[in-house]
Nanobody
């Protein structure tokens, strides 16, 4: 029953920055992990960044060094700071949360990120 709402997307030029937010309807402190995913038109949804409860993070190679995932437990919010954006980053971005039992929320509507060249 956890609801996640993504926001912060928009249209930017290559090299620009955006910060995405994912706000949960309940406390995220006890989730094992939270992650950001993206889906380009005609493509599958892929995980791009994950943060674990202990603070460890994981990034796919294509965004490593450009994106930073973080969480604010007090605000029940997950963030994705995206710097040096590239046209290849254009996609709808989604978030999700995980307990030891698996995904804790259904996929939401996501937030659109469009990067122009």
């Amino acid at each position: 029953q956890v609801q996640l709402v993504e926001s912060g997307g928009g249209l930017v030029q290559a090299g620009g920055s955006l910060r995405l937010s994912c706000t949960a309807s309940e406390n995220i402190f006890f989730f094992r992990s939270m992650g950001w995913y993206r889906q380009a038109p005609g493509q599958q949804r892929d995980m791009v960044a994950t943060i674990f409860s202990g603070g460890n993070t994981y990034y796919v190679d294509s965004i490593k060094g450009r994106f930073t995932i973080s969480r604010d437990n007090a605000q029940n919010t997950l963030y994705l700071q995206m710097n040096n954006l590239k046209p290849e980053d254009t996609a709808v971005y989604y978030c999700n949360a995980y307990s030891k039992f698996g995904a804790a929320a259904s996929w939401g509507q996501g937030t659109q990120v469009t990067v122009s060249s």
